[in-house]
């Protein structure tokens, strides 16, 4: 074993021994006064050691979120000064990196507003500045979809210790949900003082702490050991999903990816692959394709997806395609489809004045041996508001 490697290992020890300490007691003030010459000695990557141990010991994501701040908080100063590697402006990570400058911009055009507001609340015009702002601050929520759908496909195909993105998804979740319920409350008219004050104190404190973790932690780690070629890649799987603010000033577009356009015999007809491909992508509904190894092998790309896609996630387990909160519905449908206890499972939410139906199917050969699982989404107000019969055509 390396001295590099042993000194890492001493490293992580005490990171667990103070982490324990903060989880037991909340406290970490003894560990502070007694390692005084322990903490400058850090460097970034070990957090992403740390926090892939606490994850695989089992300790719940919320206790991990709160942990992750009162950690960082006794390290920031190792951490912030450490040398990271830059990324090249217009690289995937410097678009990423300009789109999080862009968003504090955002923040400190909020924070007058809304001390003026919280002020005097009855003001109509403050109001609706207020919220003309956080709907400006919504739009950066694609950031933590392109990260979620891009970058952590990657991470989890070249790292082992891959499991802080964990924590990290499920602060984006509440960083949306944050933003979603102040713009209700605006566009409602009717303010919970203390809830809302609370959830806007938590949006600027949970986005500034992601944009420091992604900055000094995750982008170096990442520049480190990801290959300048797959990250130009991620580029353009950005651009289909959308940047929030800023994008890239060039991206090579000519990338095709090549296609057999033989005949496949389908039982019920002859198609080629692109038939297959253009029936798929005109259905009114996100289809995504999970194998019998819970891998996600297809989606198609309809021309409104309701669920963001990209080929980034071709080969990822389908677990960590879901937020930690809710991965255990997954996991539990995917395994009652695997034992044959069911077949189907079905859910509908509303989500931006939409009413969407999300199903999933087991798919199943001839003799019943279970091949993966099928979800389908679709938005169904239309349907779900049709009345009586239409036999005539008003076109």
């Known amino acids: 074993m390396s001295e590099f490697t042993k000194t890492k290992e001493k490293r992580l020890v005490k990171l667990q021994e103070v982490s324990k300490l903060l989880l037991e007691t909340g406290n970490?003030?003894?560990?502070?006064?007694?390692?005084?010459?322990?903490?400058?000695t850090v460097i970034p990557g070990d957090f992403i050691a740390l926090f892939?141990?606490?994850v695989k010991d089992g300790y719940a994501v919320e206790d991990l979120k709160k942990l992750?701040?009162?950690?960082?908080?006794?390290?920031?100063?190792?951490?912030?000064?450490?040398?990271?590697?830059?990324?090249?402006?217009?690289?995937?990570?410097?678009v990423l990196e300009q789109n999080n400058r862009e968003m504090v911009l955002v923040l400190d055009e909020i924070?007058?507003?809304?001390?003026?507001?919280?002020k005097d609340p009855a003001n109509d015009v403050l109001q609706t500045k207020l919220h003309n702002k956080f709907r400006q601050l919504e739009v950066f929520v694609k950031h933590y979809t392109i990260k979620e759908n891009v970058l952590f496909p990657a991470i989890e195909k070249a790292w082992p210790d891959y499991r802080c993105l964990q924590i990290m998804w499920s602060i984006h979740d509440d960083i949306r949900a944050n933003i979603k319920f102040v713009i209700n409350q605006l566009e409602s008219g009717s303010i919970e003082t203390r809830a809302f004050n609370r959830c806007v104190g938590d949006i600027f404190f949970n986005m500034m702490a992601i944009k420091f973790r992604e900055?000094?932690?995750?982008?170096?780690?990442?520049?480190?050991?990801?290959?300048?070629?797959?990250?130009?890649?991620?580029?353009?799987?950005?651009?289909?999903?959308?940047?929030?603010?800023?994008?890239?000033?060039s991206i090579n577009q000519e990338e095709q990816v090549s296609e057999s356009y033989g005949f496949i015999n389908l039982g019920t007809?002859?198609?080629?692959?692109?038939?297959?491909?253009?029936?798929?992508?005109?259905?009114?509904?996100?289809?995504?394709y999970v194998d019998e190894h819970d891998?996600?092998?297809?989606?198609?790309?309809?021309?409104?997806?309701i669920f963001p896609r990209t080929v980034a996630i071709i080969g990822r387990e389908v677990k960590n395609c879901h937020p930690p909160e809710s991965v255990h519905v997954v996991e539990k449908i995917v395994e009652s489809?695997?034992?044959?206890?069911?077949?189907?499972?079905?859910?509908?939410?509303?989500?931006?004045?939409?009413f969407i139906l999300i199903q999933y199917f087991a798919v199943r050969d001839k003799a019943g041996n279970y091949k993966g699982v099928i979800e389908v989404s679709q938005e169904i107000s239309d349907i779900k508001a049709l009345e009586g019969e239409k036999r005539l055509l008003d076109w």
Do not use: C
């Not at 970490?28 to 400058?40: E, G, K, L, M, R």
């Not at 007809?269 to 995504?288: M, W």
């Open 28 to 40: 970490a003030h003894s560990f502070v006064v007694n390692n005084q010459d322990f903490i400058p």
């Open 52 to 54: 892939d141990i606490l």
């Open 68 to 94: 992750a701040s009162k950690v960082l908080n006794i390290f920031h100063i190792p951490i912030e000064t450490y040398q990271r590697i830059e990324p090249p402006a217009d690289s995937f990570l410097g």
């Open 111 to 118: 924070r007058p507003v809304f001390k003026a507001f919280a």
């Open 215 to 249: 900055e000094y932690i995750l982008f170096p780690a990442i520049l480190a050991t990801i290959n300048k070629e797959e990250l130009e890649s991620m580029n353009r799987l950005g651009l289909e999903i959308g940047y929030p603010y800023i994008e890239p000033r």
């Open 269 to 288: 007809g002859i198609l080629n692959a692109e038939q297959i491909k253009l029936i798929f992508n005109h259905l009114p509904v996100d289809i995504t």
């Open 295 to 305: 891998k996600v092998q297809y989606f198609s790309t309809p021309p409104k997806r």
């Open 337 to 354: 489809f695997k034992s044959g206890e069911k077949d189907q499972a079905s859910f509908w939410i509303k989500m931006k004045g939409d």
